[in-house]
């Protein structure tokens, strides 16, 4: 064998054993697992690239305060570079996203033994930061496979008094339970005492309501100014909790495609798809994909 096809012959294997898992199984400390994936090919085709881990960028490098202080005083400082401000922001840490038709959403946490996923819109309003509404919304196949749980509540707010959920369609609000109403959220919310301030009488209409709400109205045509949306409504509603103290975001329920995965992990694989033709893939190593399962059987420990 000449040296060259010596190269040739050894190149691709040295290449493909250096080379990184074909799926990441982390983001920014969340486990991505089965069903998700954040490379093309990995997890159930159907949550195909609603997943994705991008890189969050610092804000403006602001001084640390201990050099603030001292800006001013007779002590020199004694390190003035740091105190430098820097005029690009710095990619720091990345950061996982859902993907919807109305943007990317920030994932807290995924809870792979509950099958939930709870993201946060940070345009949304809460019980301390009051901001205009934007619509979220999902595509139908979301709402489909893995829609907002049942316990995650969406608070409309500042509803006018044309609005169709205080007219033909009331029967869309409910109260989540007897001791919490929207009321209490005009009087404990610093962010919504502004409605009760406003009005001369009664504080403006708001409606306790499920995500279907918003997937047929948008929030022009709900007329209400703003929303917040909390989960967990059960142990809030135990624990009597105040409105501050809500967990604000929303939590998503999901179903797990029946694709026979178990099977390909249990065989030590990782479950993923043909990204032309969607069809599982069971990827044993990055030079070995299997149609359902690796061949390692026999390394898999023995149950005594
Ligand atoms: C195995 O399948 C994954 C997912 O489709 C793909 O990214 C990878 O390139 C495949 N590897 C091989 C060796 O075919
Ligand atoms: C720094 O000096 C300015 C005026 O020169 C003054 O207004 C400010 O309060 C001072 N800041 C500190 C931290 O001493
Ligand atoms: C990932 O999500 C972020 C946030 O929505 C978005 O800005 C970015 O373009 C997305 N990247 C990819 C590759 O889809
Ligand atoms: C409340 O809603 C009314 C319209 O119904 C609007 O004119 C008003 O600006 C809203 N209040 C706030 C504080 O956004
Ligand atoms: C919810 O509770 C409020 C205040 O207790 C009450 O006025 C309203 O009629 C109730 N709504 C429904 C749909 O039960």
């Given at each position: 064998m000449s040296p060259i096809s010596l190269i040739l012959f050894l190149l691709p294997s040295f290449y493909l054993s250096h080379s990184l898992p074909v799926c990441r199984d982390s983001c920014a400390d969340i486990q991505i697992d089965y069903p998700f994936g954040i490379d093309d090919g990995c997890g159930a085709p159907l949550y195909r690239n609603m997943l994705n881990c991008s890189a969050t960028f610092a804000p403006l490098f602001t001084p640390p305060s201990s050099s603030i202080s001292n800006s001013n005083s007779s002590t020199p400082m004694l390190t003035p570079t740091i105190a430098t401000p820097s005029t690009t922001p710095t990619a720091t840490a990345s950061a996982l996203f859902f993907q919807t038709p109305s943007g990317g959403y920030k994932?807290?946490?995924?809870?792979?033994?509950?099958?939930?996923?709870?993201?946060?819109?940070?345009?949304?309003?809460?019980?301390?930061?009051?901001?205009?509404?934007?619509?979220?919304?999902?595509?139908?196949?979301?709402?489909?496979?893995?829609?907002?749980?049942?316990?995650?509540?969406?608070?409309?707010?500042?509803?006018?008094?044309?609005?169709?959920?205080?007219?033909?369609?009331?029967?869309?609000?409910?109260?989540?339970?007897?001791?919490?109403?929207?009321?209490?959220?005009?009087?404990?919310?610093?962010?919504?005492?502004?409605?009760?301030?406003?009005s001369n009488d009664t504080p403006p209409a708001c409606c306790f309501t499920s995500y279907n709400t918003l997937k047929f109205m948008s929030m022009n045509i709900l007329d209400c100014t703003h929303y917040t949306s909390f989960f967990d409504v059960d142990t809030l509603i135990k624990e009597d909790e105040k409105p501050l103290d809500w967990s604000y975001g929303i939590k998503l329920s999901y179903t797990l495609p029946d694709t026979g995965c178990d099977r390909c992990r249990k065989s030590g694989g990782t479950c993923g798809f043909d990204v032309e033709t969607e069809g599982m893939v069971c990827i044993c190593s990055p030079t070995i994909n299997s149609t359902r399962q690796c061949g390692n059987i026999i390394n898999q420990p023995l149950s005594p």
């Open positions: 994932v807290e946490s995924i809870d792979y033994a509950s099958r939930t996923l709870t993201i946060y819109d940070p345009s949304m309003s809460t019980c301390t930061v009051l901001q205009p509404h934007h619509d979220f919304l999902m595509s139908d196949l979301q709402s489909a496979i893995i829609p907002p749980s049942p316990d995650t509540v969406f608070a409309l707010i500042n509803c006018s008094i044309d609005s169709p959920v205080l007219n033909h369609y009331k029967s869309l609000c409910f109260n989540f339970s007897a001791d919490h109403s929207c009321d209490e959220l005009y009087d404990s919310c610093t962010s919504f005492k502004i409605f009760g301030m406003l």
